[in-house]
């Protein structure tokens, strides 16, 4: 009877450890940003992806951020930064286990900017 209970839990665990799928962490969004004015879309291009896994340098301190991913794609709303807007990612990893996208930052490193939206105030009545 023990050995029967024993393969029962056994199977059951190979079982859990087969279907069970991995946790997807939960990044955050990419930002928008603006190229420099000296500087094609390609050449921005270029630079950030360069940039963005060495933005904190090489050191041998553990407990900087950690680069995990990138991503770069011109943005073509028509408005007033058409032809000069990019949505992107840098994503960190801080030693708290924080997800953060420093794009902005990058991009304004390369002499760009980030386009910064402001959320009207909810529940006020304008008279």
């Not at 058409?82 to 949505?87: C, F, L, N, Q, S």
């Given at each position: 009877m023990y050995s029967r209970t024993t393969a029962i839990g056994i199977i059951a665990c190979i079982a859990l450890g087969v279907t069970a799928k991995p946790i997807q962490p939960s990044y955050p969004p990419p930002v928008e940003v603006i190229r420099p004015e000296n500087k094609t879309m390609e050449q921005f291009k270029q630079?950030?992806?360069e940039l963005c896994p060495?933005?904190?340098g090489e050191s041998e301190v553990t407990d900087r951020p950690i680069f995990v991913f990138e991503h770069f794609q011109?943005?073509?709303?028509?408005?007033a930064f058409?032809?000069?807007?990019?949505?992107v990612s840098c994503i960190y990893q801080y030693p708290n286990a924080e997800y953060q996208n420093i794009g902005v930052d990058v991009a304004m490193a390369l002499g760009g900017d980030g386009i910064i939206t402001?959320?009207?105030?909810?529940?006020?009545?304008?008279?």
């Open positions: 630079e950030f992806l060495h933005f904190y011109e943005s073509f709303d028509d408005d058409a032809g000069r807007k990019a949505d402001i959320d009207p105030i909810e529940g006020g009545d304008p008279q």
